[in-house]
């Protein structure tokens, strides 16, 4: 069919050189020209598809018409209400008036109560008793010949003043058309034959592309939206947090060290060594490198030693010291490790040490850097408080369920000074996690082994309406800060808080493997909001 318009168009801009109205189009397969609405549709697709290659040129005009509605096409079929009313009754003095059952029963309830009004007023029918009759003997139903009019012609020769009448009684609706003027193109032709799209493989070995006729490009086109990339919730939540970390003065740590000694990891945080968390169910170990560089050889002697006899007013753990425990590789079961190697970092001037020089750099290995991030100036004992943050993975050998996984991300904050105490800690998580949108809080005396006192913060999960474990905090114990060179009256505020448990709170995801792994859904990705704490 369409194949066959275009054809009609061109050949008829063939001989005549000009189509001034497309409503004198007769379609193929109909007998009348293509002056409805629905006919112009089908033209408009023809011209286009013939526009595009250039072979014609065509301007529209626009036209307003009408059309019956359902009930005005039934008055041009059977007459109007009124008259349909006035047929019904008996003449005057010619038999007995008919009820108005009667005529509701004849031509129909709606009829009957919208024709009598309107016969009334055309005085057509009285009334006689309880009945209705005519009063004249013939009509001219205006109103029917007024529905075929439109029907035929789109509109009315009586003017707009009867449309209107005709609008208000739902008769009719206005639909705007158009028509077209169509002209010849600069690549005329009497040919249907469409131009090739793409240049193929064949069409370049045959040399057929030589004469071939090619469709032009339409670089105005809208091209399909691509599908951009999109945010992971636990990349809004994490860029929140660090935000702030920052708006409240503090200053983030290098974390890139994901490989660990058992050192950094546990020894240098007073974590025994015949601890649970250091066994193999728990850590995971490298087999390939199997053992660290070693430790600055003055700070390893008096960890060792606080471990082994005691010191700085501890007993100690009075177990053997392992050498080799020590040396061992392992991930990061916690970022806490890299305090612990910026806290060293922070003490160095309390110790008398240059931590600027090339023999620091030296001296600590992989955990050297030239500065302390956002450390303050120096007091008489060289000691420089300090607010640290960072955010970063670690690896737990966990059996995963629905609120853990082996891999996560855990936030880290650090906040170095003198005669701090633990309400100054408890008061901090508070207006931090106010900050996070989660106020609901619980604080829990817990046991760490590089922290004492020692809090478990829990927050209440509103889908799974129990209370989670989101974080866990304590003061540092003497016998980690003072063999770095800390004086005594420094203390230290540390506290880690999972990534994911704040991010599944926020979100309302009860099942942190729908958050996380290979059960996430891309289309939840693109369309989770952004996060506002």
Not at 150 to 171: N, P, W
Not at 212 to 231: H, Q
Not at 370 to 377: L, Q
Request: hydrophobic share 35%; charged share 25%.
């Amino acid at each position: 069919m369409a194949e066959a318009i275009q054809r009609l168009i061109l050949d008829t801009l063939d001989k005549e050189g000009e189509i001034k109205d497309t409503r004198t189009l007769v379609l193929p397969g109909y007998k009348e020209p293509a002056a409805t609405h629905d006919s112009q549709i089908i033209i408009l697709g023809a011209l286009n598809s013939l526009s595009s290659r250039d072979m014609i040129t065509y301007t529209t005009h626009e036209t307003v018409s009408h059309v019956l509605t359902q009930e005005g096409a039934q008055i041009a079929l059977q007459g109007s209400h009124e008259a349909r009313v006035w047929a019904a009754c008996p003449a005057k003095g010619e038999g007995n008036p008919i009820p108005i059952k009667q005529l509701q029963e004849k031509v129909g309830a709606e009829t009957a109560k919208i024709g009598q009004g309107q016969a009334f007023k055309n005085k057509w029918i009285g009334k006689e008793g309880d009945g209705l009759v005519k009063l004249v003997d013939s009509i001219t139903d205006t109103t029917q010949l007024q529905m075929r009019e439109v029907d035929s012609t789109g509109t009315l020769k009586a003017g707009e003043k009867a449309l209107a009448d005709l609008r208000k009684r739902k008769l009719i609706v206005q639909r705007k058309g158009q028509w077209f003027t169509v002209s010849k193109g600069p690549n005329f032709s009497t040919s249907t034959a469409k131009p090739e799209t793409d240049l193929t493989v064949d069409m370049l070995t045959s040399g057929s592309w030589k004469t071939a006729t090619y469709k032009k490009y339409n670089f105005e086109a809208d091209g399909i939206p691509p599908n951009g990339g999109a945010l992971h919730p636990l990349l809004k939540v994490r860029e929140e947090i660090r935000n702030i970390f920052l708006e409240m003065g503090f200053a983030e740590m290098p974390t890139s060290s994901f490989v660990e000694s058992g050192f950094w990891c546990f020894d240098a945080l007073f974590v025994p060594q015949q601890h649970p968390a250091r066994e193999v169910q728990d850590t995971f170990y490298l087999s390939d490198p199997a053992v660290s560089l070693p430790p600055p050889k003055d700070y390893y002697e008096r960890v060792s030693k606080v471990h082994e006899h005691g010191g700085y007013g501890s007993t100690g753990y009075r177990a053997p010291w392992s050498h080799e425990e020590s040396r061992k590789l392992l991930l990061r079961t916690h970022t806490t490790a890299s305090s612990a190697s910026m806290l060293y970092k922070l003490a160095a001037r309390c110790r008398g040490e240059d931590d600027d020089s090339e023999e620091a750099v030296k001296r600590e290995g992989a955990h050297a850097s030239s500065t302390v991030p956002g450390a303050g100036k120096a007091g008489p004992d060289g000691f420089r408080p300090a607010k640290l943050f960072s955010i970063d993975r670690v690896f737990r050998n966990e059996t995963m369920d629905a609120t853990h996984l082996a891999e996560f991300h855990q936030v880290e904050g650090v906040v170095a000074d003198k005669n701090l105490t633990l309400a100054d800690l408890i008061g901090f998580m508070r207006v931090f996690f106010t900050k996070m949108g989660i106020e609901n809080l619980r604080f829990k005396p817990a046991y760490n082994p590089y922290t004492e006192p020692s809090l478990e913060i829990f927050a209440f999960h509103p889908q799974l309406k129990k209370w989670v474990e989101v974080g866990n905090s304590g003061m540092f114990r003497p016998e980690m800060l003072e063999p770095m060179g800390f004086p005594k009256d420094v203390h230290v505020h540390g506290w880690g808080i999972s990534l994911e448990r704040p991010t599944m709170i926020r979100y309302g995801i009860n099942n942190i493997r729908t958050l996380v792994g290979h059960k996430v859904s891309l289309e939840s990705v693109e369309r989770s909001p952004a996060v506002r704490f």
